[in-house]
């Protein structure tokens, strides 16, 4: 490609509502233009990364047995209804009507369009297992789009579907949409973690998010350097940090701490350990009528050490919270606990609650906790002694950088990530819903056992941007560079031998299968420069007058500090050497 043919529009500086690097770099670089809020034009620039990400994706998902096709953008109510989750979904959903009144989502997933296909296609066992998938546009109606294309409304998605006749053949579909994903972001170059996760609300119980490493990310990641165990902070065993609950040696007192609601505050008026005091949370849960009116309401205390942060999720598992939770309200905290929030504790209360106490607050003596009066603590708590052992002993607190690792390797470590990609054990939560079957060997139906395993394709744009970048501008990586060398020849419009050098060099690189591109601007050296660090094109060629005259050109790598002379003669063999995997 010449650069005159091509459509090149970098910017000096980005526009205002650009926040994160990114966005402003995919801006300033001609990557994407703004149409409306987390909707992107993909400028010719950014659509050929998109296709680059696209190729990877596809020649590994065909080369691990799956299948391609593509699903309508717009979904029948009916198929959604079907699973109950029309109703479920939020305002996340674009829901919409034809002329005849009919309902239609825009797809945000296609759980239930491919289970419809199965269901109507996929008759015997003999016909499994299959993984069918597309590469498509998706659109989430997300109330506060921003990142570029991080959090943006409109993006494409690799989504595939696999449906086995039994527990242990999905697992064999899991593990090879597995190790493909592995294959695919080791083919973008990225630096990633394959990490256990929590299903959320896609359903099943088996799932992996893959997460791109970087500063900026906004999930945390927890590993263990001395092993394999990796797990978002959502799922990671938060192990007890005592062996052992300790006798008292304390008697229990009301301290006066007027003020003071933070546990950290607290502790330092007490001068006493953060970790030494426990932090009250309550929430409640609501059993309703056919109507869904709410006919009964539970409150529940969770406790966790002070210097700890709940885990929502983990929350979401305890018994008798499974179905849904919501925080309390103020007026029933006043009615359980008689006290404002600020100085609760399971100590003193108005009315019952069903205690859950994190394990290693079920394992501490001699804690202090509010006293359920305002302006007051009590310090010496005891289980047992001053209070009934709790109802429910969980995991339900964020694990900290140093926490040992549950696979007793060693102790973990805390690093940010972007999720890019997720795969998923769904089981037959959705075949079941829909009455998806087959014919099994014995001749009756069963359910499908279904996987699903999703890729963000212009995500991975912004995720590998905010992993390699510089003050110059974006580092792709050689696989998924716009392109992979520039040409960038001083004077090409002015000086013969110049444009013959350099036209040569196109031919032969070319020739070759490499992704090159001429810079025949006639721009001056610095602007020329410019653009190509800004746009990230891993490899550069500069022929100049000079230079030619010398027998000499100049070679640099986005990563160099310094060019690096070539004789002309042996230029395009360095180049290749250099591009060669």
């Not at 989430?140 to 039994?166: H, L, N, Q, T, W």
């Not at 598992?317 to 029933?332: D, I």
Request: with cysteine; proline share 4%; net charge negative.
């Amino acid at each position: 490609m010449r650069a005159r043919q091509f459509f090149i529009t970098t910017l000096k500086e980005a526009p205002a509502d650009a926040e994160i690097v990114s966005h402003k770099l995919m801006m300033r670089a001609g990557m994407i233009r703004k149409l409306s809020a987390g909707i992107y034009n993909y400028m010719p620039m950014g659509l050929r990364v998109i296709r680059k990400v696209e190729n990877i994706i596809r020649e590994e998902m065909n080369r691990a047995g799956a299948v391609e096709l593509t699903m309508p953008l717009l979904q029948p109510a009916e198929l959604w209804q079907e699973t109950g989750r029309w109703d479920k979904m939020g305002p996340e959903m674009l829901r919409l009507q034809d002329r005849h009144e009919r309902e239609f989502a825009f797809q945000p997933t296609s759980e239930e369009v491919v289970t419809d296909i199965a269901r109507q296609e996929l008759k015997s066992y003999r016909a499994l297992p299959k993984n069918l998938y597309q590469i498509q546009t998706k659109f989430r109606d997300e109330r506060r789009p921003r990142f570029g294309v991080m959090r943006g409304r409109e993006f494409i998605m690799k989504d595939a579907y696999s449906f086995d006749r039994d527990v242990e053949s999905a697992g064999k579909s899991y593990e090879q949409m597995y190790a493909a994903y592995r294959k695919i972001f080791d083919r973008l170059g990225l630096t990633y973690r394959a990490v256990a996760a929590d299903t959320g609300a896609i359903g099943g119980d088996r799932s992996h998010e893959f997460q791109v490493i970087a500063e900026t990310g906004e999930d945390a990641i927890v590993y263990c350097p001395q092993s394999e165990y990796a797990a978002n902070i959502e799922l990671a065993e938060a192990l007890p940090l005592l062996a052992e609950r300790a006798a008292p040696t304390q008697a229990m007192t009301k301290v006066p701490t007027p003020g003071k609601t933070a546990c950290a505050d607290v502790a330092a008026l007490l001068g006493t350990a953060l970790a030494n005091t426990v932090k009250s949370l309550v929430l409640a849960t609501d059993e309703t009528d056919d109507s869904g009116a709410i006919v009964k309401s539970t409150v529940w205390l969770l406790l966790v050490r002070g210097d700890h942060d709940l885990n929502e999720v983990k929350a979401g598992k305890v018994e008798g919270l499974k179905n849904g939770f919501r925080f309390a309200t103020e007026a029933e905290i006043v009615e359980h606990f008689g006290c404002k929030p600020g100085y609760l504790g399971p100590i003193g209360l108005k009315k019952p609650v069903k205690v859950v106490a994190d394990r290693t607050v079920a394992l501490m003596s001699d804690f202090i906790t509010g006293a359920n009066e305002a302006d007051f603590h009590i310090a010496g708590v005891n289980w047992g002694r001053d209070l009934p052992e709790p109802d429910l002993v969980a995991d339900i607190r964020n694990v900290v950088e140093g926490d040992a690792s549950p696979d007793g390797a060693g102790t973990l470590a805390i690093q940010r990530g972007i999720e890019v990609g997720h795969v998923f054990y769904l089981g037959n939560k959705y075949s079941k819903a829909m009455n998806a079957t087959f014919l099994d060997e014995d001749g009756k139906p069963k359910f499908f056992e279904m996987g699903c395993y999703g890729i963000g394709v212009t995500r991975i744009l912004g995720a590998a941007i905010e992993q390699n970048h510089d003050a110059r501008g974006i580092i792709w990586p050689d696989s998924i560079a716009p392109f992979t060398v520039a040409i960038c020849p001083i004077g090409y419009d002015r000086a013969e031998d110049v444009k013959v050098a350099a036209d040569a060099l196109y031919a032969d690189l070319t020739a070759a299968g490499i992704d090159v591109i001429l810079d025949d601007r006639g721009e001056r050296p610095g602007a020329m420069f410019a653009d190509w660090e800004l746009i990230g094109v891993p490899h550069r060629v500069v022929l100049s007058d000079r230079g030619l005259k010398e027998g000499q050109a100049e070679y640099q790598g986005r990563r160099d500090a310094e060019a690096t002379k070539v004789a002309v003669a042996e230029l395009a063999a360095f180049v290749k050497a250099r591009l060669a995997p």
